[in-house]
């Protein structure tokens, strides 16, 4: 992999300096020891003062070899399209390019966890304690690892971009400042699941004592039988201590309540009401507008006779007296639904 970079250092480019020797050689010391952002960091500098494809396919392999393959894939693609690099060099790299081109589509995690028994998923689907690239969908993504010994189980999230290696390295039995820690004691026999930030934990509750993950705001829903779940919203402070139990016991009864319909009721009889109300209102104003409408010669009506003007004002006189009980009664029927609607 190294022996053109070895090559290059042995010898630099007329005019290159002593500085670029320099890099080129603790670039390879850098490699030989396994430090490879160094390596990187060196071969980076040595290709500012001086480019070329042969220094730029390294930096290409060094990024493959750091598990960078999206970065690696950009610099192969350079010296491939590079006119000035040898013909065989960019064969290579253009057969590189394909090489790695399924690993741009997902990302990679590197587990490396503490101790190498504990039951560990990603993202919910199993993995060992010590894992090298298992393949995920890039994004956000859960770790959940737990251990027999302390009956614990440790949940933490971690961000893996794809076409990048992501390495996630922890002491299960070292509590991290920021963390909060959710108790089961004995209600973790009575929830069939318990599903965290819509991440279904799956390792067997009944083994679990206790839970540790990062401070801030979680939803928690916790599924008691084939037909009752119990959801809670919850803050957890760094070192707080989170009893499931209670928060179980407190709201499992609400689940249980049969939804109240009177508000509904009550309601769509107001809105009856008060249509009702409005059409008698309505009514009476027809029958005062036909007399208003009537011809009137000093006073006295002549385009409707006396017995059918007084009909007329008797009629409107009950529709309005009933449509204003009406519409009093549907108006404060409404305002009551809408007490309850609230309150429920």
């Given at each position: 992999?190294?022996?053109?970079?070895?090559?290059?250092?042995?010898?630099?480019?007329a005019?290159?300096?002593?500085?670029?020797?320099?890099?080129?050689?603790?670039?390879?010391?850098?490699r030989?020891?396994?430090r490879?952002?160094?390596?990187?960091?060196?071969l980076?500098?040595?290709?500012a003062?001086?480019?070329?494809?042969?220094l730029?396919?390294?930096?290409a392999?060094?990024?493959?070899?750091?598990?960078r393959?999206?970065?690696a894939?950009?610099?192969?693609?350079?010296?491939?399209?590079?006119?000035?690099?040898d013909?065989?060099?960019?064969?290579?790299?253009?057969?590189?390019?394909?090489?790695?081109?399924?690993?741009?589509?997902?990302?990679?995690v590197?587990?490396?966890?503490?101790?190498?028994d504990?039951?560990?998923?990603?993202?919910?689907?199993?993995v060992e304690a010590?894992?090298r690239?298992?393949?995920?969908?890039p994004?956000?993504?859960?770790?959940?690892?737990?251990?027999?010994e302390?009956?614990?189980?440790?949940?933490?999230?971690?961000d893996?971009?794809?076409?990048?290696r992501?390495?996630?390295q922890?002491?299960l039995?070292?509590?991290?400042?920021?963390e909060?820690?959710?108790?089961?004691?004995?209600?973790?026999?009575?929830?069939?699941?318990?599903?965290?930030?819509?991440y279904?934990?799956?390792a067997?509750?009944e083994?679990?004592?206790?839970?540790?993950?990062?401070?801030?705001?979680?939803?928690?829903?916790?599924?008691?039988?084939?037909?009752r779940t119990?959801?809670?919203?919850?803050?957890?402070?760094?070192?707080?201590?989170?009893e499931?139990?209670?928060?179980l016991t407190?709201?499992?009864?609400?689940?249980?309540?049969k939804?109240?319909?009177?508000?509904?009721a009550?309601?769509?009889?107001?809105?009856?009401?008060?249509?009702?109300?409005?059409?008698?209102?309505?009514?009476?104003?027809n029958?005062?507008?036909?007399?208003?409408d009537?011809a009137r010669?000093?006073?006295?009506?002549?385009?409707?006779?006396?017995?059918?003007?007084?009909?007329l004002?008797?009629?409107?006189?009950?529709?309005?007296t009933?449509g204003?009980v009406?519409?009093?009664?549907?108006t404060?029927?409404l305002?009551?639904?809408?007490?309850?609607?609230?309150?429920?």
């Amino acid at each position: 992999m190294f022996a053109q970079l070895v090559f290059l250092a042995a010898i630099s480019a007329a005019g290159a300096g002593d500085g670029y020797d320099a890099l080129l050689a603790e670039a390879v010391r850098a490699r030989g020891d396994g430090r490879l952002e160094e390596s990187l960091d060196f071969l980076r500098r040595a290709h500012a003062i001086q480019p070329s494809p042969g220094l730029r396919n390294n930096i290409a392999r060094v990024l493959e070899e750091l598990g960078r393959w999206s970065e690696a894939v950009e610099q192969y693609r350079a010296v491939a399209a590079d006119p000035t690099a040898d013909p065989q060099l960019r064969e290579k790299d253009d057969q590189r390019i394909a090489e790695l081109a399924p690993k741009l589509l997902y990302a990679w995690v590197n587990v490396e966890l503490s101790p190498p028994d504990a039951l560990v998923f990603l993202d919910g689907a199993r993995v060992e304690a010590r894992t090298r690239d298992a393949r995920t969908e890039p994004g956000r993504r859960m770790i959940e690892a737990s251990f027999l010994e302390k009956r614990e189980l440790v949940l933490f999230g971690i961000d893996a971009p794809a076409g990048r290696r992501t390495t996630v390295q922890r002491v299960l039995s070292t509590r991290e400042a920021n963390e909060a820690t959710i108790e089961l004691g004995t209600s973790g026999t009575a929830v069939r699941s318990l599903t965290i930030d819509r991440y279904r934990l799956r390792a067997p509750l009944e083994t679990i004592s206790t839970i540790r993950l990062p401070a801030g705001r979680y939803t928690f829903d916790a599924e008691l039988d084939e037909t009752r779940t119990v959801s809670r919203s919850i803050e957890l402070a760094p070192g707080a201590r989170f009893e499931l139990g209670a928060i179980l016991t407190e709201l499992a009864p609400a689940r249980e309540e049969k939804v109240s319909w009177w508000p509904y009721a009550v309601g769509a009889g107001g809105a009856v009401f008060a249509a009702a109300g409005g059409g008698l209102l309505a009514l009476a104003e027809n029958n005062r507008s036909e007399i208003r409408d009537a011809a009137r010669e000093n006073g006295v009506i002549t385009g409707i006779t006396l017995a059918r003007a007084s009909e007329l004002e008797s009629s409107a006189k009950t529709q309005s007296t009933a449509g204003v009980v009406l519409m009093s009664a549907g108006t404060a029927a409404l305002a009551g639904a809408l007490v309850g609607w609230i309150l429920q």
